[in-house]
């Protein structure tokens, strides 16, 4: 994508037209596809705007709730979870959306969506809506740090994450010459040097800590491997942040188990709806449209070991320990 060439939003549905100088006046890096940086951070040129956007005109309400994760994170099992558990009196499990939809069309993502042009469907969802978002605690809307919404921040190892991203960034691109001009060690130590597509994993983590440490009441701090050791725990906690717990007779008829069960990857990965399909080229950034396929790969941990020299490996933990020292955050 040339500099400077932005897909923008609908001026019709948002009025973004004053960001076209904003975004094209940024410094701009071609690394993998062109990042612009924004606010001390980078971030993709395409996704931009909808960042921008959702920072001038989404206003929050009270009761909103929002999944917060880095990129591949677990954000797909997070948002098939949150969706599950605060729905159960409406769908019976037997026949729930999941089941024929995508997690990502149960709950949307909030930049993507005013990225798209489609902030009147957000805005024309009944409460308590539920959103998700990539973006850093620093650079949420006002409207959702006044406000009295729930934050549920899920955090993971950040050698998978690496691992998931760079797997990830070979369908966004439709190439393997991707993941030969940057192999894993290479994208790795990058993103040691603060060289990345987002803002680091670690100032994603720590922004969303440090929020909690000040309003405990708003953020709920979940760990993807402790979810995958005891899932059933891990949702009773958020049902029961998220002030819709569990009654004694549910947990006894076996509900809990029940979602975990309903939004297990090997459960959701074998659906129809998210088998793999063709894929489809957007002409406006030479990227993938990712089918539903995309967004599930092994939902395992560890499996940086299979990608990740042992050396490197080790530098991502001393970052992440050096990161995270004095923060209370253990890892």
């Known amino acids: ?34 990042v612009r940086q924004y606010q001390g951070f980078w971030w993709p040129e395409s996704t931009l ?7 001038r005109h989404f206003k929050s309400r009270p009761d909103d709730v929002f999944l917060a994760t880095y990129p591949k994170s677990g954000t797909t099992w997070l948002k098939s979870l949150a969706f599950a ?35 009147s469907e957000i805005d024309a969802l009944p409460s308590p809506r539920i959103l998700a978002t990539h973006m850093l605690h620093s650079v949420l809307p006002d409207s959702i740090a006044a406000s009295d919404c729930r934050i549920v921040y899920l955090w993971r190892d950040p050698k ?15 190439t393997r010459e991707y993941q030969a001009e940057w192999p894993v060690d290479k994208v790795a130590m990058a993103h040691c040097e603060g060289i990345s597509t ?10 969303y800590w440090r929020a909690r440490m000040h309003r405990p009441e708003k953020i709920l701090f979940l760990r993807y491997e402790e979810m995958l050791a005891e899932p059933a725990a891990n949702l009773k906690r958020m049902a029961d942040f998220l002030g819709c717990p569990f009654s004694p007779e549910e947990e006894k008829a076996g509900m809990v188990e029940e979602i975990v069960t309903l939004c297990s990857f090997n459960n959701l990965s074998g659906l129809a709806i998210n088998k793999p399909s063709s894929d489809v080229t957007d002409e406006g950034t030479k ?8 967004f599930f790969r092994k939902g395992e941990r560890g499996d940086w070991r ?14 992440t320990m050096e990161k995270l020292q004095g923060s209370g955050l253990s890892f």
């Not at 500099?3 to 071609?30: F, K, N, T, W």
């Not at 990227?287 to 995309?294: E, H, K, P, V, Y």
């Open 49 to 55: 705007p909808g960042v921008i956007a959702v920072q």
């Open 198 to 207: 987002h803002a680091t994993i670690w100032d994603h983590i720590l922004g």
């Open 160 to 174: 998978d994450v690496i691992v998931s991203a760079w797997h990830f960034g070979e369908k966004v691109l439709g």
């Open 287 to 294: 990227l993938q449209l990712l089918n539903n396929a995309s």
């Open 306 to 319: 299979n990608h990740m020299s042992p050396e490197v490996a080790r530098r991502m933990d001393e970052m």
């Open 85 to 119: 558990v605060t729905t159960r009196s409406q769908y019976p499990l037997s026949d729930h959306p999941l089941l024929q939809i995508n997690p990502h069309q149960c709950v949307h993502s909030l930049e993507r969506m005013f990225n798209r042009g489609r902030s």
């Open 1 to 34: 994508m040339a500099a400077g060439s932005v897909p923008l939003l609908s001026e019709d549905a948002v009025p973004l037209q004053e960001c076209r100088d904003l975004i094209a006046s940024l410094p701009v890096d071609h690394r993998v596809v062109p």
